[in-house]
């Protein structure tokens, strides 16, 4: 089984609606949690970093579920510039090397 | 100009051959990463330095080595390329912080055939 998994995609949706990613976790050492987003094979870059309490940072909104081992990422109202790949990353020990899901594909269509 | 830069950014080689990918920051960050990513499998770690003299392999370093010339410089080889080395590959920095939560800044990306 793999450290981190994410949801199969590509989701293809429409301008304005409101799509959800989940990622699960095997380790439950593990310490933190974060999304990055990657554009067409460009170098991926921080999106959010995920709190227990959950956070939201405009139309996105990360979660942690401790008890089940997942993450998800929450984004409202799509837009054509959120069309990316969504990556999971999690850190098993703190200071330690991240490990990456495989990604999640969005496509937000007119 | 970009905080942490690679070259080449392509490159094609043929199999046997020993290649060099240079990665360069100036972001003034001690921990510096090298990351192959393959359509379907995310990004796989494949060496790690937590400062000059600290360098340490991860989840797929077979086949690979590097040197870490100074803090700022960091440098992947393949010492005999072979055809399933083709991929794209990615450098990155990052500043670990009191609190804990640590970001990675990436370079553009190498993109390497090897044939």
């Avoid at chain 2, 020993?18 to 100036?26: A, K």
């Avoid at chain 2, 989840?59 to 870490?68: A, C, M, P, W």
């Avoid at chain 2, 440098?75 to 500043?95: G, H, K, R, V, W």
């Amino acid at each position: 089984r793999k450290e981190v998994e994410q949801d199969p995609g590509p989701f293809n949706v429409p301008e304005g609606a409101t799509v959800a990613f989940n990622c699960t976790y095997s380790n439950s050492a593990s310490q933190s949690f974060f999304w990055y987003r990657q554009d067409c094979r460009k170098e991926p870059k921080l999106l959010m970093s995920v709190y227990s309490s959950g956070n939201e940072d405009g139309r996105f909104t990360a979660q942690l579920n401790r008890a089940s081992q997942y993450i998800s990422l929450l984004i409202r109202d799509s837009k054509l510039s959120d069309s990316a790949t969504y990556l999971c990353v999690v850190i098993i020990n703190q200071g330690g090397k991240l490990i990456f899901g495989q990604g999640t594909e969005l496509s937000v269509k007119p | 100009d970009a905080d942490v830069t690679q070259t080449p950014r392509n490159r094609i080689t043929k199999t046997g051959k020993r290649i060099m990918l240079e990665c360069s920051q100036t972001k003034g960050h001690d921990r510096m990463y090298w990351y192959r990513q393959d359509p379907g499998l995310g990004l796989r770690l494949i060496y790690y330095s937590f400062d000059v003299k600290d360098i340490n392999k991860g989840e797929i370093s077979d086949g690979y080595s590097v040197s870490r010339q100074a803090q700022a410089k960091f440098s992947l080889s393949l010492e005999s390329a072979i055809p399933n080395q083709t991929a794209l590959y990615f450098c990155a920095t990052s500043d670990f912080p009191t609190g804990g939560w640590e970001t990675q800044y990436f370079g553009p990306g190498t993109r390497l055939l090897v044939l």
